[in-house]
Structure formats: structure tokens, C-alpha cells
């Protein structure tokens, strides 16, 4: 993903998915902590790459879907923890605009899997 991103490509991420043991921190979701993935933040802090936030409108009787494309409101800042917040907050407000079509039966606030892989809390490369 880093060599994508140098490159100017553009990779997706869902960041609402609950990540393995220490690679996440615990921030605000809708006024609730939640163990949430720092990877988006590093990635976006390491390559200067722009965040952009994107969502899929399902419409009704299977006529397909609407994707809506966003930039955050504001440069996030340079420390991991605050960025993941301010990533979280930004998805707050995706779901905000249609609740009904965020899959609410996800677990957003389970306690994080063990990691089967060695995790490495340095910088990207």
C-alpha cells in the first residue's frame, strides 16, 4: 500500500473494521470508545496520500448503487491516535447521512482478535 500510494495510486480501506491486538487504538464512535485501526492514519501521516471518504448508496428494488466521494473537513493531525479519531469522527458522519445503510449488526465494538502474525509497531515501509 505504501508503494501504491508513492506512486499516486489510491488504495481503499474500510476503517471501521475491529483490527488484531496493538494494531489499533481505543477512540470515540458515536460517543463510545472503540478499538479501532491505525492503519488508514499511518498510511495517510507516512505518504502525504489525500483521504478520501467514499460510501455506497444501495438503491431500492436493486437498481444498483450511488457512490458518494468526500474529502475530510480537515488536514489530519500529526500524531497516530488523534488522525484515527479524526477518521472515525469523518465515518460518524458518513453514517449520518443515511443510517439505513450502515451494516449496524457489525460488531464496531468488540474487544480486538489476538494477532496470528508478528505485528511491528514501527514505521511503514
Known amino acids: 500500500m505504501i508503494k501504491a ?3 499516486g495510486q489510491c ?3 474500510l476503517p471501521d ?10 477512540v470515540p464512535f458515536f460517543g463510545r470508545d472503540a478499538y479501532t485501526m491505525t492503519l488508514s492514519a ?10 478520501l471518504l467514499a460510501w455506497g448508496q444501495r438503491l431500492p428494488w436493486g437498481r444498483g ?5 468526500s474529502t475530510l473537513e ?12 479524526q477518521i472515525n469522527g469523518a465515518m460518524e ?3 449520518r447521512q443515511c443510517p439505513g445503510q450502515y451494516l449496524w449488526g457489525y460488531a464496531r465494538y468488540k ?3 489476538q494477532a496470528e502474525a508478528r505485528v511491528f509497531d514501527g514505521p511503514l515501509s
Open 93 to 95: 458522519a458518513l453514517v
Open 111 to 113: 474487544q480486538p482478535r
Open 17 to 26: 473494521q475491529v483490527p488484531p491486538t496493538s494494531q489499533g487504538v481505543w
Open 42 to 51: 499511518r498510511l495517510a501521516l507516512q505518504t502525504g496520500a489525500t483521504v
Open 5 to 7: 500510494l508513492r506512486q
Open 65 to 69: 448503487y450511488v457512490v458518494h466521494v
Open 11 to 13: 488504495v481503499g480501506l
Open 74 to 85: 480537515h488536514a489530519l493531525a500529526p500524531d497516530v491516535e488523534t488522525a484515527t479519531a
